[in-house]
């Protein structure tokens, strides 16, 4: 926009300029025909006519903005394991007879004595669970990014200077046909 404002300055000084030399080229050559007679031609005014053209810049202007990230959502699973355990069973079965059981004898296994007919069990082993945790990639997101470009018509004014003869009033059939040349 400022550039406009200067522009058309700097064209309205330019016209001075050129209507002032105008002037004083007429005066001159008045001097050299004031006798009616053609001493030597010679230019009487030079001067230019301007016009505007477009000039077309590019900026680009942030009209929007997405934001990406990765979230970790924790979620509780149940995993079904079978777990094995190894243990020893001791029966203590019936004295084969009786008499020699009531003489004395009996079973002690970790101090602890057996009646005939009981069980006990000793674990030996068993399974422990150790759940490790292996990640596998599950999706794959590709985000890319574009760029478009179309064809728009943008309106702009522009200005062109054109040579009026001020003795004759303006028409604008006159001006028009001096701006078409």
Request: proline content about 4%; cysteine-free; overall charge negative.
């Amino acid at each position: 926009m400022a550039d406009d404002k200067e522009r058309a300055q700097r064209q309205a000084a330019a016209s001075q300029a050129n209507a002032t030399e105008i002037a004083a080229s007429e005066i001159a050559a008045k001097e050299i025909t004031a006798s009616n007679t053609v001493i030597s031609t010679a230019p009487v005014a030079r001067f230019a006519l301007h016009e505007e053209r477009p000039h077309v810049t590019y900026h680009t202007e942030k009209v929007g903005e997405v934001v990406f990230r990765r979230e970790v959502r924790t979620t509780t699973v149940h995993v079904p394991v079978e777990l094995k355990t190894e243990v020893l069973i001791i029966e203590f079965a019936e004295p084969l007879q009786r008499a020699e059981f009531q003489a004395g004898r009996q079973v002690v296994i970790n101090g602890i004595a057996m009646e005939p007919g009981t069980r006990m069990e000793v674990t030996l082993q068993e399974e422990k669970v150790r759940i490790d945790k292996q990640v596998y990639a599950v999706e794959e997101v590709m985000i890319s990014k574009q760029t478009r470009q179309e064809s728009v018509q943008v309106p702009i004014e522009l200005q062109r200077e054109v040579l009026v003869d001020s003795r004759e009033p303006e028409s604008e059939d006159r001006t028009a046909r001096l701006s078409r040349a």
